[in-house]
């Protein structure tokens, strides 16, 4: 196994010890570097986890901001359109885009708290532990360069004291042979001789001894102290690189973490794009528009080749029937002149329209009443309940009067009770509406017979063909075989008007007498027992002064005070078109 200590050049050895110790300096610092650029390395990929962080959390922020964005408001159109699935598609795809955000927010927190607040932390305690371990190898350094320095000095006290002891000696050997110097000065110079070669001798032992100790110093030191350093940083490097192979690998995983419920997000997307329903939403569409009126009936056939006739029929009912007829529409107040054509007429009320709704169709007038009528219902049941739940604590209050007093009850119960009263009169207002507007829409029953009057419309022409034949005949005579057929048109009992007719409640008021439009024939006798008809006699000529509006109904005038309604398919009309007041109903 490779070493870091094995970077020392460890064939110098301790003879020289020089070469070593640069050659540990070079390699030392080295390591140094190397080391600086593994924590800065840490650094900058700390540094590229926080960036990809931001990146998720900005993400997601965008997301949800997008998602809130098409979020549908809280207003009444928004809640219609709930309603449809496509709609509501969007909205649980928006819901789940919200989720899929929030898994990027997952994504954010994850990296923040498993790698960069633990690299953060792992970076100081690099840092830290590089710096003992560069202090100690410093340290040691200093020391064996001390010591260096220590034998040197010991060195050149021993050579110089040997180079002392060599020139005593010379100088006593001179001194010695020399027969002009006194003993003394001989004795002097042996003297001096002999203590430079003690002091050499001690140098020398000083010297062999500091030898020895750092020579143990300095094979402790590369063999024991820098291989320790070096295998701690070795120890530390590894274990930088193992953490970032971690971090990496955490990298991946917080990612993959989420992926489940980000596949689930987008499961939940495709299951709602699933969920739409085309035929399902165009029946809500026609739902919400249906307005409940009956199409109009067949247009008749005009012929502008018979002359106009405006003169009354000698044939009409006798002077009692005309006198009670009178009589009967004295008592009826004037008709409008203007009626309702639902199906033709935009609605020019853009606001919120009356109370009861009147400016709607029938049928969304009834959806209108009955949605406001439950709400009502609602309301009344939960302050009901209120006022359940106040009376239970009123009687504990009178069983147990230290939990409070039983008349602070009194003014919210009386509030209860007095907005009851008002729910239930506004209640009983919408449901007077309601039962009126079901009323005056259509029954199958009366669809069928509607149905049958618009086949009696598809007819008319046949019919005054007959009349007209009869009427060209100068005896006024026809056949049996169109006498049967008239006789079982004319027992075809229409649906005669009657006062809660929607189109006949508000027709008479007082107004100036309608302009004639026209004349009609009847074909058939019809008597008209309901109220805003009128009874007439076949043959019987009459003004018309209104059109049928697509009822069945045509207004006629026998005179200026006897005035109503006939079927339109017992009469032949000749209109007038430029007649004053003339109106055209397509």
């Not at 949800?64 to 496509?86: A, C, G, H, M, V």
């Not at 220590?150 to 006290?157: G, H, T, V």
Request: aromatic fraction near 8%; proline fraction near 4%.
């Amino acid at each position: 196994m490779f070493h870091f200590s094995r970077l020392v050049d460890l064939r110098t050895g301790p003879q020289i010890p020089r070469r070593s110790n640069l050659t540990f300096t070079d390699q030392f610092d080295n390591l140094e570097k190397h080391t600086q650029w593994g924590i800065e390395f840490v650094e900058k990929y700390t540094k590229f986890v926080k960036e990809r962080s931001e990146i998720e959390t900005n993400y997601a922020k965008q997301i949800r901001n997008l998602s809130k964005k098409y979020q549908p408001k809280k207003n009444s159109r928004e809640e219609d359109e709930s309603k449809y699935t496509f709609c509501r598609a969007f909205l649980t795809s928006l819901n789940e885009l919200n989720d899929y955000a929030g898994q990027h927010e997952v994504i954010a927190e994850n990296l923040t708290s498993q790698i960069i607040t633990e690299l953060s932390r792992y970076l100081l305690e690099l840092k830290t532990e590089r710096k003992t371990s560069f202090h100690d190898g410093r340290k040691a350094q200093q020391h064996i360069e001390s010591s260096w320095k220590q034998l040197e000095s010991c060195k050149r006290k021993f050579e110089r004291d040997c180079k002392e002891a060599d020139r005593a000696q010379q100088y006593f050997e001179k001194m010695d042979a020399d027969i002009n110097v006194t003993k003394a000065d001989v004795e002097k110079a042996r003297q001096q001789a002999q203590m430079r070669h003690q002091m050499a001798s001690d140098s020398k032992g000083d010297y062999s001894s500091y030898l020895q100790k750092f020579n143990q110093e300095q094979n402790e030191h590369y063999f024991t102290v820098i291989p320790n350093i070096f295998q701690k940083l070795q120890d530390m490097e590894e274990k930088r690189i193992d953490r970032l192979g971690v971090c990496m690998k955490t990298f991946a995983d917080v990612d993959r973490q989420v992926l489940p419920i980000v596949g689930k997000c987008l499961d939940g997307m495709t299951k709602a794009a699933e969920s739409i329903e085309p035929t399902t939403d165009s029946k809500q569409v026609v739902e919400s528009f249906k307005s409940g009126f009956e199409p109009p009936g067949d247009v008749d056939f005009e012929d502008y080749g018979q002359a106009m006739k405006r003169t009354v029929s000698e044939t009409s009912l006798s002077n009692s029937r005309e006198a009670k007829e009178a009589k009967e529409a004295k008592e009826r107040p004037a008709g409008k002149s203007k009626g309702k054509l639902w199906p033709f007429i935009k609605n020019k009320n853009k606001g919120s329209g009356p109370e009861d709704f009147s400016h709607l169709p029938p049928e969304q007038r009834r959806k209108k009443l009955q949605g406001k009528l439950d709400d009502l219902n609602k309301d009344i049941q939960k302050e009901m309940d209120q006022r359940d739940a106040l009376t239970k604590m009123k009687d504990v209050y009178v069983k147990n009067p230290q939990m409070g007093d039983p008349a602070s009850v009194d003014p919210r119960l009386s509030e209860i009770g007095q907005n009851i009263e008002k729910l239930q009169f506004e209640a009983q207002k919408f449901e007077g509406w309601l039962a009126e507007v079901e009323e005056k829409m259509p029954s199958k029953s009366d669809t069928n017979r509607r149905s049958g009057l618009y086949e009696n419309q598809n007819n008319t022409t046949v019919s005054n063909n007959c009349a007209q034949d009869r009427e060209s005949s100068p005896d006024g005579s026809y056949t049996e075989e169109q006498n049967s057929e008239t006789q079982v048109k004319a027992n075809i009992n229409p649906l005669p008007p009657t006062s809660s007719t929607p189109d006949f409640d508000d027709e008479f008021d007082d107004e100036e007498t309608l302009p004639t439009i026209g004349t009609c024939k009847a074909l058939y006798p019809f008597e008209g027992h309901n109220e805003g008809t009128i009874s007439v006699a076949e043959g019987e000529l009459l003004y018309v002064i209104e059109e049928d509006k697509g009822d069945g109904w045509t207004r006629v005038r026998r005179n200026e005070e006897e005035e109503g309604y006939v079927p339109t398919s017992y009469v032949e009309v000749f209109l007038e078109t430029n007649a004053k007041g003339a109106m055209t109903y397509i």
